[in-house]
């Protein structure tokens, strides 16, 4: 009686193990199709970043696309400081000098005393490193450009 017992749990377990492997089967055909077909999208969505890392108008657009995202998604971080800051570069998208942009920023700037305005400007500065580093999960970055001494919001996978 128990050897029949046994045997019939020997089968039982055959059985589940036969079982766990078909599901183990299915599954990886699921994964391999899924995998191809986020393949295809990586390969669109290359194409894409490529035309916005060479285009300015498409760069313009990624750039308003990201800060209307970055307002939808987390709207406490958009009412802060260093968006205020991105939207204001957003709307230059040749840039500003630094004067310009404390003038802009800081509206009663031109009225302040110099120390003042020194202290304000090692505010923004200080803006603008938490803007960087806040709004590079989001594909946009804050760049100097020392040429033309202006700076500028750029999404952070352009090519120089």
Same mark, same amino acid.
């Given at each position: ?29 699921? @994964? ?36 209307? @995202? ?43 005393? !110099? ?17 960087? !580093?806040?709004?590079?999960? @989001?594909?946009? !970055? ?8 202006? @700076? ?9």
């Amino acid at each position: 009686m128990s050897i029949e017992l046994l045997q019939q749990e020997n089968l039982d377990l055959n059985s589940l193990n036969k079982c766990s492997r078909k599901n183990k089967i299915i599954r990886r055909k699921k @994964y391999k199709r899924k995998s191809n077909y986020f393949s295809k999208m990586q390969n669109s969505l290359e194409l894409a970043l490529q035309e916005v890392a060479y285009s300015h108008s498409a760069a313009v657009r990624w750039t308003k696309l990201c800060l209307s @995202y970055v307002e939808f998604v987390a709207p406490t971080e958009a009412s802060r400081e260093p968006a205020r800051l991105m939207r204001l570069l957003a709307e230059y998208p040749l840039g500003l000098k630094r004067e310009e942009l404390l003038e802009s920023f800081y509206l009663s700037y031109n009225e302040c005393s !110099t120390n003042r305005k020194e202290s304000l400007r090692i505010c923004l500065e200080k803006i603008i490193q938490r803007a960087r !580093t806040i709004f590079s999960k @989001y594909d946009l !970055t804050i760049q100097y450009s020392k040429d033309t001494k202006k @700076y500028l919001v750029m999404p952070v996978f352009i090519m120089e």
